[in-house]
């Protein structure tokens, strides 16, 4: 596992491929969210993974909260 600070806090995540596929998967500890995307292409998908983990702790931070 990698860790990436991202907004103050940090983001534990796992990415890797094998025969024309990838797959990420993310946490976010402090809003509670975590994504796991598996793809059948040989592309990265960590900047999909983390554009979606973003929107869902986003959208899990209570009104009102710094994000």
């Known amino acids: ?3 990436l600070g991202r907004r103050g806090t940090q ?6 491929g094998a ?3 990838r797959s990420v998967v993310a946490l976010d500890r402090s809003a509670g969210t975590a994504v796991a995307l598996v793809s059948a292409t040989a592309r990265s998908v ?3 993974g983390f ?3 973003e929107q869902l702790s986003s959208a899990a931070q209570p009104p009102g909260a710094l994000a």
């Open 1 to 3: 596992w990698v860790t």
């Open 51 to 53: 554009g979606v983990l």
């Open 46 to 48: 960590d900047p999909v």
């Open 11 to 16: 983001l534990p995540w796992r990415n890797g």
């Open 19 to 21: 025969g024309g596929f």
